[in-house]
């Protein structure tokens, strides 16, 4: 018998208006009876002014991936956490999880722990994002002890 119910629910809060790859990788390596359950955000642009002009929809989609009764509650996109930096953003995820009562994190704080895990301190990028993101990417693992020694890019924009 297969399983007819989710055990377990990954709320997902995407940059975007829609989703397209997100849940397609998803389902390619979750097990059975995992859902992403997936909401969006308007993001404009790479830069800092663009992230905190979504902030107030960011806790709209954290409210709402909490009333939806998700296991756990992540935002994606590496620019966004990157643009917000370190500091900040770990500020958000703890006031996110104290007021949804949920774990919460980011795809880069992901990133962070499974460095770590491994014992890895120095990397290199290749990347799609500009240049800002790059260095406000470099900034935010730095704070997390992991250092970029190289980073190479091809650039695209958000349309």
């Known amino acids: 018998m297969g399983i007819i119910s989710p055990w377990y629910q ?22 059975e009876g995992m859902v ?7 993001l404009r642009g790479y830069n800092l002014a663009a992230v905190e002009e979504n902030l107030p929809t960011l806790w709209d989609r954290f409210d709402l991936l909490a009333e939806k009764k ?3 509650i992540s935002l994606s996109g590496v620019p966004v956490a990157s643009a917000l930096g370190r500091p900040k953003m770990l ?21 962070i722990a499974t460095l770590q895990h491994f014992g890895m301190t120095r990397i290199a990028l290749a990347t799609r994002w500009p240049e800002s993101v790059n260095v406000a990417l470099t900034s935010y693992l730095a704070a997390g002890g992991i ?11 958000l349309a």
């Open 91 to 111: 500020a958000i995820l703890a006031e996110a999880q104290a007021r949804t009562g949920l774990p919460c994190d980011t795809d880069l704080e992901a990133h």
């Open 147 to 157: 250092e970029v020694i190289a980073c190479s890019s091809h650039a695209r924009s």
């Open 10 to 31: 990954l709320g997902y809060v995407i940059p975007h208006l829609y989703t397209d790859l997100d849940a397609y990788q998803f389902y390619k390596v979750a097990p």
């Open 36 to 42: 992403l359950v997936t909401t969006g955000l308007n």
């Open 70 to 72: 998700v296991d756990r």
